[in-house]
């Protein structure tokens, strides 16, 4: 079967670091992606790990380990702006069929 | 450049009729999801379309049926709707293989959805 599990829900403080774990079980395994979703809006592409280690992009890091299923976003400096639903997706074909969690809800209050 | 554009923005139909969404994709790209998000759930796959046929098709009825066209664009159709098939329809586009990014992996991009409400 295939199955990915984040957080619900999970809050901070404007400023400062937040990570949100995924962890992952598909019969294939073609790369994790991170998209971005606020409230009533389509998901925005964050980022993309297909080999172990960490990828950074500007306040937004992701890290893969295909070993352990396990990958996780991680946000720098906070902003009210971050506030939004952050989706774990796996690719299990290589032809871009994703399998999304329900999504880890960031709150981020002054 | 125009992204992926979806029509229409929100749909209300009664249980048992049929629906028909749209869904042009980014320009360049030939490959066409189509999601389905409950509120408060990811978006689960329905199926998608390449080179105007049906490559992959995730678990749902064959209620849900669809089309590509010479452009690339597709439309979604379900028929005979039940409550349940309430939801945000969202529309993916990618490039298809051969025009893979330089990152070696084809971003999909979303478009705005279709807010359908079954009543």
Known sequence: ?110 | DAGVTQSPTHLIKTRGQQVTLRCSPKSGHDTVSWYQQALGQGPQFIFQYYEEEERQRGNFPDRFSGHQFPNYSSELNVNALLLGDSALYLCASSPGPGQGGRTGYNEQFFGPGTRLTVL
């Open chain 1, 1 to 110: 079967g295939q199955n990915i599990d984040q957080p619900t829900e999970m809050t901070a403080t404007e400023g400062a670091i937040v990570q949100i774990n995924c962890t992952y079980q598909t019969s294939g395994f073609n790369g994790l992606f991170w998209y971005q979703q606020h409230a009533g809006e389509a998901p925005t592409f964050l980022s993309y790990n297909v080999l172990d280690g960490l990828e950074e992009k500007g306040r937004f890091s992701s890290f893969l380990s295909r070993s352990k299923g396990y990958s996780y976003l991680l946000l720098k400096e906070l902003q009210m702006k971050d506030s939004a639903s952050y989706l774990c997706a796996a690719d299990g074909t290589g032809f871009q069929k994703l399998v999304f969690g329900t999504g880890t809800r960031l709150l981020v209050s002054p």
